[in-house]
């Protein structure tokens, strides 16, 4: 089992930056893909940004340029560092993981992100 624990949401102005976090409760090590998620209110839950073992990256075209994901195994965290923020940006963001050798999906619980002046 592994639970995913995300932080670092809150309200944000427009241009600003913020950057949330997604604690593991194991090591990161054994991750084969991590990734953050986002829904906004009446849309699909969509692809943000991914990490995979190998540290190789990939965004949704939307946020490049912009986000930033990365992870630190000291303290099995992973981090979606977000700038230049635009109320489009306004979702809940869900981190994500996938075990290596494990079918099955661990979500977080989500941490709210809301971008208004």
């Known amino acids: 089992q592994v639970q995913l624990v995300e932080s670092g949401g809150e309200l944000v102005q427009p241009g600003g930056s913020l950057r949330v976090s997604c604690a593991a409760s194991r090591s990161i090590f054994s991750f084969n893909s991590m990734a953050w998620y986002r829904q906004a209110p009446g849309k699909q839950r969509e692809l943000v940004a991914a990490?995979?073992?190998?540290?190789?990256?990939n965004y949704v075209d939307s946020v490049k340029g912009r986000f930033t994901i990365s992870r630190r195994y000291n303290d099995n965290t992973v981090y979606l560092q977000m700038n230049s923020l635009e109320p489009e940006d306004t979702a809940v963001y869900y981190c994500?993981?996938?075990?290596?050798?494990?079918?099955?999906?661990?979500w977080g619980q989500g941490t709210q992100v809301t971008v208004s002046s």
């Open positions: 994500y993981a996938k075990l290596t050798g494990d079918l099955r999906d661990y």
């Open positions: 990490i995979s073992r190998g540290g190789s990256t």
